[in-house]
């Protein structure tokens, strides 16, 4: 997650550096500061989701691909494959909104970011309940 969370900040601040060099627009900065971190939420939130799967067992978390192949074909393929609301809104990346064209839904970012907590402290207690038996 630590990772996801580092790559999405530098490409947020690398795409508002340069679209602001391009443009000589400032504000153009901000603006992808502000999408990167409405977005990162969703990222935080599938991680927490991979990590409650993972603490779980060894064969559960390639479930966890299901969410991201999942929110790589809405962000991708919705329109082309003209998925409905609700199934778009099955992917954390599309139920923010669709940045920047949209303004961000602060309350399914606030939900997104409890529920990734919720998540992670229930990763913890599972893992540490699981038993590594030999074999």
């Known amino acids: 997650m630590l990772s996801a969370a580092v790559v999405l900040t530098a490409s947020a601040l690398l795409l508002g550096v340069s679209t602001w060099a391009a443009t000589g627009r400032r504000e153009a900065f901000s603006t992808a500061l502000r999408i990167g971190g409405c977005y990162l939420v969703p990222v935080l939130l599938i991680g927490a989701a991979a990590a409650l799967l993972a603490a779980l067992g060894p064969r559960w978390p390639v479930l966890s691909w299901a969410i991201v192949v999942w929110t790589t ?63």
Request: proline share 6%.
């Open 73 to 135: 074909v809405v962000g991708f393929l919705a329109e082309a494959l003209d998925l409905p609301e609700w199934a778009r809104d099955l992917s954390p990346a599309h139920a923010v909104g669709v940045l920047p064209i949209d303004d961000p839904d602060l309350r399914m970012i606030g939900h997104q970011g409890g529920a990734a907590l919720v998540l992670l402290v229930a990763s913890l207690l599972v893992f540490q309940r699981r038993s590594l038996r030999a074999g």
